[in-house]
């Protein structure tokens, strides 16, 4: 979980927030669930114009399922990481090479040389070993992680935005990979007040009830669900209804759930993607974007029934989600 994805080859990034089954028509298929904008080609690959008003399904105009892989880690992510790796192992090269030239200084002077300068040496090599070690692991990256079987293309689904798509994962992916998801430890200033344990009988978001994220940029990050009735006017901006109706934004409002923090936003660059959590663990929705509202960042949370009830008519009436 948490770890970033991308198109295979692309510059986008978002988060592998979980693995999840998805059951339709008789037939189990494993990968995991993230948000379209996520696996969404560029803007000038003709694949769009055709997902963005209809879908990525067995009932899409075109055939274009497993048209799209994704891999992890992002592309962009890996190539940051590798240059941030270098970066550390010069920094500490230079810190030994300092260290290194003082102990000997203080023997031409007949001096002691201190235990915790050679101590420090010990440290910095542990480190650079680390360092390396990481960087061999991340070099042979990205990895194919499998194809978009579902994408929802740039849906309104009642007064809800929704975006998603779902990932099968190729074989040997699922055999390294699928595994029931681990709930990430909670830092104590971000745990939750008490409260009553009915709020979170029910996999979507109550109003007032504190929910988590754990993105592949960010810390677990706590925040409230300002409840369903959020009212949202959006930019100038051409989505569509499940039939492929063009519908203008600018003249619709949707309800969202939107998720506030006190100090700070509650999501981080290409955190979209991720799993929203309540305080037990339990998926509560999936986190699809954050939105400037003039003062701070607000994030926008998908509800789990939100999700499958905009599948159905692309797949069929059984479809399902199941964790691991």
Not at 291 to 298: I, T
Request: hydrophobic content about 40%.
């Amino acid at each position: 979980m948490h770890h970033s994805i991308g198109i295979c080859g692309g510059k986008n990034a978002g988060t592998l927030g979980g693995y999840m089954e998805l059951r339709h028509h008789g037939g189990t298929h494993r990968g995991l669930l993230t948000n379209y904008h996520v696996v969404r080609p560029s803007p000038l690959h003709q694949l769009v114009e055709v997902i963005d008003p209809h879908d990525i399904s067995p009932r899409s105009p075109v055939a274009y399922q497993r048209a799209i892989g994704i891999e992890s880690l992002a592309r962009k992510d890996r190539d940051f990481a590798l240059v941030n790796i270098d970066s550390q192992l010069d920094s500490l090269d230079s810190r030994k090479a300092s260290l290194t030239s003082s102990i000997q200084n203080r023997l031409l002077l007949g001096e002691c040389t201190w235990c915790l300068s050679h101590r420090q040496l010990e440290i910095l090599e542990t480190c650079k070993f680390s360092l390396i070690a990481t960087r061999e692991v991340m070099k042979p990256m990205p990895h194919v992680l499998g194809e978009v079987l579902f994408a929802s293309g740039l849906l309104i689904h009642g007064k809800r935005l929704l975006g998603l798509a779902f990932i099968k994962l190729t074989p040997e992916a699922e055999e390294g990979y699928f595994r029931a998801n681990r709930m990430p430890e909670i830092p104590r200033n971000q745990k939750p007040s008490s409260r009553s344990s009915d709020q979170f009988a029910r996999i979507f978001l109550p109003a007032d009830s504190p929910i988590m994220e754990k993105g592949g940029t960010a810390d677990v990050i706590g925040g409230v669900c300002n409840g369903v009735k959020a009212v949202c006017n959006w930019a100038s901006q051409l989505r569509h209804d499940i039939g492929g109706n063009g519908v203008d934004m600018k003249s619709h409002q949707t309800e969202e759930y939107v998720i506030i923090v006190v100090n700070g936003p509650f999501d981080e660059k290409d955190d979209s993607g991720s799993f929203v959590l309540d305080e037990h663990g339990a998926v509560a929705g999936l986190l699809f974007a954050d939105v400037w509202d003039g003062c701070s960042l607000v994030a926008v949370a998908l509800t789990m029934p939100d999700i499958i009830d905009s599948m159905k008519p692309r797949l069929d009436d059984s479809v399902s989600l199941h964790l691991p």
